[in-house]
């Protein structure tokens, strides 16, 4: 019997489940073994496209974004990160060896986004504009949520802030789907959406049309 509550993550467990009915996916590498792997296809990363870190929130694991980052430009490998923005440390040296920075921005009121996600969007806000000091190419990832953040003001403030920033290239708009409902109910975490529907493309172009003259930065919907 699996006790949620006991649980370290060892997976132990999964080699004692002849039903299967428990998997411990993913592999524990290096960063040298990772480069390897994204060195196989170099030839095709120098002419559309290149090494991208991901996650979970790649800056938590600096040192190791860091090598990882810096052993692709040695190669000629563009770079890019994917990332909430919420790091409390320095990005001086992270960002000398990162082409491409997506951007989380998901709620521009702070007691908002600390209902949400548990965290003020103070420091994330603080990042975005170094970032944009360095030079640094940016593209800002909005997820959109019914009943959340799928309003004019909230587009409104996008637009606003796409237009202020300018190393920001493109706006990308994410319409929630509940694709990840499943994953959560097996990790025994809270199901904060499920009421929530899939958010088509169209939901979102009337919103689009009303921004589209308050910044001169491109505006896609994933």
Same mark, same amino acid.
């Given at each position: 019997?699996?006790?949620?509550?006991?649980?370290?993550?060892?997976?132990c467990c999964?080699?004692?489940?002849?039903a299967?009915?428990?998997?411990?996916?993913?592999?524990?590498?290096?960063?040298?073994?990772?480069?390897?792997?994204?060195?196989?296809?170099?030839?095709?990363?120098?002419?559309?496209?290149?090494?991208?870190?991901?996650?979970?929130?790649?800056?938590?694991?600096?040192?190791?974004?860091l090598?990882?980052?810096?052993?692709?430009?040695?190669k000629g490998?563009?770079?890019?990160i994917?990332?909430?923005?919420?790091?409390?440390?320095?990005?001086?040296?992270?960002?000398?060896?990162?082409d491409?920075? @997506?951007?989380?921005?998901? $709620?521009?009121?702070?007691? %908002?986004? #600390? *209902?949400?996600?548990?965290?003020?969007?103070?420091? =994330? /806000?603080?990042?975005?504009?170094?970032?944009?000091?360095?030079?640094?190419?940016?593209?800002l990832?909005?997820?959109?949520?019914?009943?959340?953040?799928?309003?004019?003001?909230?587009?409104e403030?996008?637009?606003?802030?796409?237009?202020?920033?300018?190393?920001?290239?493109?706006?990308?708009?994410?319409?929630?789907?509940?694709?990840?409902?499943?994953?959560?109910?097996?990790?025994?975490?809270?199901?904060?959406?499920?009421?929530?529907?899939? @958010?088509s493309?169209?939901? $979102?172009?009337?919103?689009? %049309?009303? #921004? *589209?003259?308050?910044?001169?930065?491109?505006?896609? =919907? /994933?």
């Amino acid at each position: 019997m699996f006790m949620r509550g006991k649980c370290i993550g060892c997976g132990c467990c999964t080699s004692r489940c002849n039903a299967d009915a428990l998997l411990y996916t993913g592999e524990e590498m290096d960063a040298d073994k990772v480069l390897d792997e994204v060195f196989k296809d170099i030839l095709f990363y120098r002419k559309t496209g290149g090494m991208t870190l991901s996650g979970g929130e790649p800056l938590m694991q600096y040192d190791f974004s860091l090598k990882l980052l810096k052993g692709a430009k040695e190669k000629g490998v563009h770079t890019a990160i994917e990332t909430s923005g919420y790091y409390p440390g320095k990005l001086y040296e992270i960002a000398k060896y990162t082409d491409l920075w @997506l951007y989380d921005v998901k $709620i521009f009121d702070e007691s %908002e986004h #600390i *209902k949400y996600t548990g965290v003020s969007n103070k420091l =994330i /806000m603080e990042n975005l504009k170094y970032l944009n000091a360095t030079g640094s190419e940016i593209i800002l990832r909005c997820p959109i949520i019914p009943g959340i953040n799928l309003t004019d003001e909230h587009f409104e403030k996008i637009a606003e802030l796409s237009a202020s920033v300018s190393s920001v290239k493109k706006v990308q708009f994410m319409p929630y789907h509940p694709l990840g409902t499943e994953k959560m109910k097996s990790l025994g975490r809270e199901q904060k959406y499920e009421n929530c529907e899939f @958010l088509s493309r169209d939901a $979102i172009l009337p919103y689009l %049309e009303k #921004i *589209k003259d308050k910044t001169d930065k491109i505006l896609e =919907i /994933m």
